[in-house]
């Protein structure tokens, strides 16, 4: 919010609303004239969707892991 309040000069509320739904993937909702809103839509873009897939990784792991036990799946190693 406080990136888009100062590098766009959007109020508040029209921070919010823009950060909201980069994170969502929807894209930037106001008309950023000025080329260091923009670097910092992108910057913020690729660092929300990175943290957001590193965070699914690790929330989803240990069920994906429990359920490759369930289905008695191996990892190909031979234990020789």
């Known amino acids: 919010m406080v990136g888009y309040h100062y590098t766009a000069g959007l109020s508040w509320l029209d921070s919010l609303y823009n950060s909201s739904m980069i994170l969502t993937g929807m894209g930037p909702v106001n008309i950023l004239i000025n080329d260091s809103a923009k670097w910092f839509a992108l910057f913020y873009a ?31 190693r031979s234990d020789l």
Do not use: K, N, Q
């Not at 660092?47 to 897939?53: D, K, T």
């Open 46 to 76: 690729l660092c929300s969707g990175v943290a957001f897939l590193t965070m699914a990784g690790v929330l989803l792991a240990p069920m994906i892991h429990r359920i490759l036990h369930i289905l008695h799946v191996e990892d190909g």
